[in-house]
Nanobody
Framework: QVQLVESGGGLVQPGGSLTLSCAAS????????AAWYRQTPGKQRELVAS???????NYADFVKGRFTCSIDISKKMVYLQMNSLEPDDTAVYYCTADIYSFSSASRRDYWGQGTQVTVSS
């Protein structure tokens, strides 16, 4: 079974930076792609960035130029570097990955439990 665990969230002042990490654990699997979503109370979860296993990333318009998504297949890690943070970036950030498990010969999406990011002075 594969598990995703996010880390790196916290409280930051407007204009500050944070880097979120998503660690995948389990036996014998590989990434097809991964993505970061965020959600605030009362709102639907929204896509922030997605990345292919080859490292090609796409971003939501509201984070373009500020956030950078990267993936390290060998370390089984996905990252979200967030710069120039704004109060509207406050949300729970979730990592998701499209993973193929060699042990079960199956492919599915996995989600982490989320990490809180709060941007406030």
């Amino acid at each position: 079974q594969v598990q995703l665990v996010e880390s790196g969230g916290g409280l930051v002042q407007p204009g500050g930076s944070l880097t979120l990490s998503c660690a995948a654990s389990g036996s014998s699997f590989t990434f097809y792609s991964a993505a970061w979503y965020r959600q605030t109370p009362g709102k639907q979860r929204e896509l922030v960035a997605s990345i292919s296993g080859a490292g090609h990333a796409n971003y939501a318009d509201f984070v373009k130029g500020r956030f950078t998504c990267s993936i390290d297949i060998s370390k089984k890690m996905v990252y979200l570097q967030m710069n120039s943070l704004e109060p509207d970036d406050t949300a729970v950030y979730y990592c998701t990955a499209d993973i193929y498990s060699f042990s079960s010969a199956s492919r599915r999406d996995y989600w982490g439990q989320g990490t809180q990011v709060t941007v406030s002075s």
